[in-house]
């Protein structure tokens, strides 16, 4: 029972393999064996990169607005000094 399983079960992975690797590559016109392409990997490497730059791109946005922010709320906070025009320009 066991051995009719597991030979169901390598079959079937062989039909897979076989599709995935050489059928369809073939049908796309695209290289046989796409599982052992570096090309994959670079591709997967080269979209994490990007993903990081984005993210770091958004945390400068967040930490230039939030920087803004903060300058807003000290010139709010910040009272208006009071200006009579006498004596202003007279050092003591």
């Not at 591709?43 to 939030?66: D, F, P, Q, R, Y």
């Amino acid at each position: 029972m066991f051995a009719a399983l597991l030979e169901l079960v390598v079959g079937a992975l062989l039909i897979y393999l076989g599709v995935t690797q050489v059928c369809l590559p073939l049908w796309r016109n695209t290289p046989l064996l796409p599982m052992f392409r570096r090309e994959r990997k670079l591709e997967h490497e080269l979209a994490n990169a990007e993903e990081k730059v984005i993210e770091a791109s958004l945390e400068n946005k967040i930490a230039e607005t939030t920087q803004r922010a903060e300058s807003i709320r000290r010139a709010v906070r910040r009272p208006a000094k009071p200006t009579s025009g006498l004596g202003e320009n007279i050092k003591k």
